[in-house]
């Protein structure tokens, strides 16, 4: 079992930045990967970005260069770091993990474990 909980979430204007982070627990191995995902209200949930545990990563196209993820396998942290930050960001942040998934992939049924969820709202 993993254990997944996310943090850093809160309320930003727009062009501002905020990094979440999402702190991993149990029996997190070589083989696993990690993601950022993400749901605003009505719509579905998206993926963000992937990365793999030797640091191979991606971000989505609709984020990218704005987005960047990272993760301190010393501490067991999956970072998220936001920038020029935009109202249609506004949504809840979750971060995913599991043994069998692939940086690249960010389809939802690849990721066997869930953190509960940050809320990021951007509004002047």
């Known amino acids: 079992q993993v254990q997944l909980v996310e943090s850093g979430g809160g309320s930003v204007r727009p062009g501002g930045s905020l990094r979440l982070s999402c702190v991993a627990s149990g029996n997190i191995d070589s083989s696993y990967c990690m993601g950022w995902f993400r749901q605003a209200p009505g719509k579905e949930r998206e993926g963000l970005a992937g990365i793999d545990r030797d640091g191979t990563s991606s971000v989505v196209d609709s984020v990218k260069g704005r987005f960047t993820i990272s993760q301190d396998n010393t501490k067991n942290t999956l970072y998220l770091e936001m920038n020029s930050l935009k109202p249609e960001d506004t949504a809840m942040y979750y971060c995913?993990?599991?043994?069998?998934?692939?940086?690249?992939?960010?389809?939802?049924?690849?990721?066997?474990?869930w953190g509960q969820g940050t809320q990021v709202t951007v509004s002047s």
């Open positions: 995913a993990a599991d043994g069998g998934c692939r940086y690249s992939d960010l389809r939802e049924d690849r990721f066997g474990f």
